[in-house]
């Protein structure tokens, strides 16, 4: 690759990083933590209980 190329890149990367950050803290990961806390009964603070999709079931 070029120089040229490869400095193209750089800024490419420089300019989309804080982006991709900003979806990843804001979006992504409330998404992941809901689904996750969604299979989980939370009833008890100290210990998780696996439900499954029970939680929706009940829905």
Known sequence: MHQMQRNKVAWILFFITPGL?????FI???LFMSL?????S???LI????VGLEN???L
């Open 42 to 44: 939370w009833r008890q």
């Open 28 to 30: 992504l990961l409330p």
């Open 47 to 50: 210990r998780l209980e696996f």
């Open 56 to 58: 929706f079931r009940r």
């Open 36 to 40: 996750f806390n969604s299979l989980f």
């Open 21 to 25: 950050l900003v979806v990843g803290t």
